[in-house]
């Protein structure tokens, strides 16, 4: 009874720091060249889901993670592994309330020019000064002038957006590891598993 009771509470530990995982972070795949040179196509990286929960929201220059307007209908749960290809990554440039204009190859918002060290490029096109509504984001990719993005006229809402992005874990250039880490994890938890049984065993045994 008593080594039951042990693998259900170990059991249940291990779904409780599964989901909230989960709920935490995410794993994404760079799918296109719009971020460049901050992100390469090819890039995994991790978002951070709860950056804006709670009643934080975006700042400017932040680069986050969204599902792109009207494509398609947000899934009610999201795994860790799975990728949608309405996902866009993308840096946040105005926030509710800013105006944002682009002329001169040059970004303003609010009438200042934006200093951006990031850019692959100045943008080559104009886009007429646009205040950005409650509720909005206007995003841009660093790659702008190869970027689906804010300037074409269509804006990031809140709820849209999945979280901030939080750092690269594997690079392009290198063979993908997301294949191989799921039976690894598994691998772990069941070799942590055989240790449980055996400690209990050896605990059964000396009582």
Request: with cysteine; charged share 20%.
């Amino acid at each position: 009874m008593r080594i039951i009771r042990e693998f259900f509470t170990t059991l249940l530990i291990a779904i409780v720091i599964f989901l909230g995982l989960q709920l935490s972070i995410k794993s994404f795949e760079v799918f296109n060249v719009s971020m460049l040179p901050t992100y390469r196509e090819g890039d995994l990286i991790i978002v951070n889901k709860l950056a804006y929960a709670f009643g934080n929201t975006p700042s400017r220059q932040d680069e986050i993670v969204f599902y792109a307007p009207g494509n398609g209908v947000k899934p009610s749960f999201d795994l860790f592994f799975t990728q949608h290809p309405s996902c866009f990554i993308k840096r946040v440039i105005g926030l509710p309330g800013d105006t944002v204009e682009i002329r001169n190859r040059q970004v303003y918002v609010n009438g200042v020019a934006l200093r951006e060290p990031y850019l692959n490029e100045a943008p080559n096109y104009i886009m007429p000064a646009r205040q950005i509504p409650s509720g909005q984001y206007f995003v841009l990719g660093d790659n702008r002038n190869h970027s689906n993005d804010s300037h074409t006229g269509w804006l990031v809402p809140f709820d849209n957006i999945i979280g901030k992005v939080w750092f690269r874990y594997w690079p392009a250039e290198y063979p993908d590891i997301r294949y191989i880490m799921v039976p690894v994890f598994i691998l772990i938890v069941a070799a942590l598993v055989v240790v449980m049984f055996i400690d209990i065993a050896k605990n059964k045994a000396k009582g």
